[in-house]
């Protein structure tokens, strides 16, 4: 089994910076993909930066430019860095995760941090 846990949510006026972490754990070979989501209520889960094994990155056209994401695969790792954050980005974020382990590839799902944009 798998688990992936997220922090670094919060309170943070506009404008300001967080970063996010996602640690997975377990018996796991490799992970081909780490993503960040985020949903708030009402809306639709969106996509927000997608990681892939090869060094690929992929983003939202709304955080292009703010947002960052990168990994540390010796780590099982993967972060957000989310600059000149704006009211809208107020969500729960998660993380997302394509597991290569002994039941071949799985996908998993943390929990989700909260993060509020708000003077």
């Known amino acids: 089994q798998v688990r992936l846990v997220e922090s670094g949510g919060g309170l943070v006026q506009p404008g300001g910076s967080l970063k996010l972490s996602c640690i997975a754990s377990?018996?796991?070979?490799?992970?081909?993909?780490m993503d960040w989501y985020r949903q708030t209520p009402g809306k639709q889960r969106e996509l927000v930066a997608t990681s892939h094994i090869d060094g690929a990155a992929n983003y939202a056209d709304s955080v292009k430019g703010r947002f960052t994401i990168s990994r540390d695969d010796a780590k099982n790792s993967v972060f957000l860095n989310m600059n000149s954050l704006k009211p809208e980005d107020t969500a729960v974020y998660s993380c997302?995760?394509?597991?290569?382990?002994?039941?071949?590839?799985?996908?998993?799902w943390g929990q989700g941090t909260q993060v509020t944009v708000s003077s």
């Open positions: 377990g018996k796991i070979f490799s992970i081909y993909a």
């Open positions: 997302n995760a394509d597991v290569y382990t002994l039941e071949g590839v799985v996908n998993y």
